[in-house]
């Protein structure tokens, strides 16, 4: 049973960077996509960026130049280093893997089949 486990969140001051993490287990098959996605409340649950089994990274407009997204495949874990985190950052952040395959990676939670329980994060200014 594939299982992600994200960590990392926590609070941060207006300029401030947080890394998070999202250790994968249960899986030996590591060519697929995975992503990070925010959740403020009562908003939806919006992509923020992905990475593909090459090494890819794809972020959202809201967000670029403010975070890395890498991962270690060799241990199945990957990363999303935030920088220069703004209040409206404030979310709960949660990795997520798709199933199979795909020539590009999705931007949209319906194409990823496993989560984590997602990691807070909380920007303060």
């Given amino acids: 049973?594939?299982?992600?486990?994200?960590?990392?969140?926590?609070?941060?001051?207006?300029?401030?960077?947080?890394?998070?993490?999202?250790?994968?287990?249960?899986?030996s098959y590591r060519n697929v996509c995975m992503g990070w996605?925010?959740?403020?409340?009562?908003?939806?649950?919006?992509?923020?960026?992905?990475i593909n089994s090459d090494g890819a990274a794809s972020y959202g407009d809201s967000v670029q130049g403010r975070l890395t997204h890498s991962k270690d495949s060799a241990r199945d874990i990957q990363y999303?280093?935030?920088s220069n985190l703004k209040p409206e950052d404030t979310a709960m952040y949660y990795c997520a893997r798709q199933r199979y395959a795909t020539r590009s990676c999705g931007r949209q939670a319906l194409s990823y089949?496993?989560?984590?329980?997602?990691t807070q994060v909380t920007v303060s200014s």
């Fill in 113 to 118: 089949t496993y989560w984590g329980q997602g």
């Fill in 1 to 27: 049973q594939v299982q992600l486990m994200d960590s990392g969140g926590g609070t941060a001051q207006s300029g401030g960077s947080l890394r998070l993490s999202c250790v994968v287990s249960g899986s």
């Fill in 37 to 50: 996605f925010s959740q403020a409340p009562v908003q939806e649950r919006e992509w923020v960026a992905s």
């Fill in 80 to 82: 999303l280093q935030r």
